[in-house]
């Protein structure tokens, strides 16, 4: 298992930027898949991005693809959601997730809001 706290997210306007940090609270090398959903009010959560233990991004689909960057600092134990040129429809609460052998963990969300 692993625990994982999201931090990062607020209010942003339109056009703008946000950066969102998952800490996990130990090593996320072996950690097969890390990955950002987002849930928005009366949605189903829904997949934004993945990474895998070796690197490789997958992003769910074209709305966020080029907007969004997933990366991971396996030396902080830190996987980021460089999220830009935010769009109303982005708002939601954003989840951390950590897929690993034999377990699947989730952070509390952190709340992303874009205004128009």
């Known amino acids: 298992q692993v625990q994982l706290v999201e931090s990062g997210g607020g209010l942003v306007q339109a056009g703008g930027s946000l950066r969102l940090s998952c800490a996990a609270s130990?090593?996320?090398?072996?950690?097969?898949?890390m990955g950002w959903y987002r849930q928005a009010p009366g949605k189903q959560r829904e997949l934004v991005a993945k990474?895998?233990?070796?690197?490789?991004?997958?992003y769910a689909d074209s709305s966020v693809k080029g907007r969004f960057t997933i990366s991971r600092d396996n030396a902080k134990n830190t996987v980021y959601l460089q999220m830009n040129s935010l769009k109303p429809e982005d708002t939601a609460v954003y989840y951390c997730?950590?897929?690993?052998?034999?377990?699947?963990?989730w952070g509390q969300g952190t709340q992303v809001t874009v205004s128009s």
């Open positions: 990474i895998s233990s070796v690197g490789s991004t997958n």
């Open positions: 130990r090593s996320i090398l072996s950690i097969g898949f």
């Open positions: 997730n950590a897929l690993g052998y034999r377990f699947d963990s």
